[in-house]
């Protein structure tokens, strides 16, 4: 019977920007031919093979994979192997520079106002 299916990612990181191109391998450790292989992303069947070439990703990309193999003894019993799931995250070119940008800007913004503010109220003082 089929046992140990896992999921080697290409690019290794499971974080890949839009764009990128993304292939999914799957294999098992144990298992007599033939062996066949499915995949699903969130619970859904995408795909057939050992290989899911995603190509260049994008957002709606994003989502949980998994790779089921599958053989027959005897021509009678099915055996399943489950791989572990695999989170996939695409993000957008800058997506977390264009944030960090954003809050760095807020932040310089209020400790300006809070110095003017500051200033205005030593001023009226003396």
Request: proline share 8%; glycine share 12%.
């Amino acid at each position: 019977p089929v046992a140990n299916a896992t999921i080697t990612p290409g690019p290794p990181a499971p974080q890949v920007r839009a764009g990128d191109p993304v292939t999914l391998r799957c294999s098992v450790q144990v298992g007599s031919a033939p062996v066949t292989f499915t995949w699903l992303r969130d619970g859904r069947q995408v795909a057939r093979g050992p290989l899911l070439e995603l190509g260049d990703v994008e957002p709606r990309h994003s989502g949980t994979y998994q790779c089921v193999a599958t053989n027959q003894l005897d021509g009678t019993r099915v055996f399943r192997a489950l791989s572990p799931e695999l989170q996939l995250v695409v993000t957008l070119h800058g997506q977390g520079t264009a944030v960090a940008a954003g809050v760095s800007g807020s932040l310089l913004f209020l400790v300006l106002l809070l110095g003017v503010i500051g200033g205005w109220h030593w001023w009226n003082r003396v």
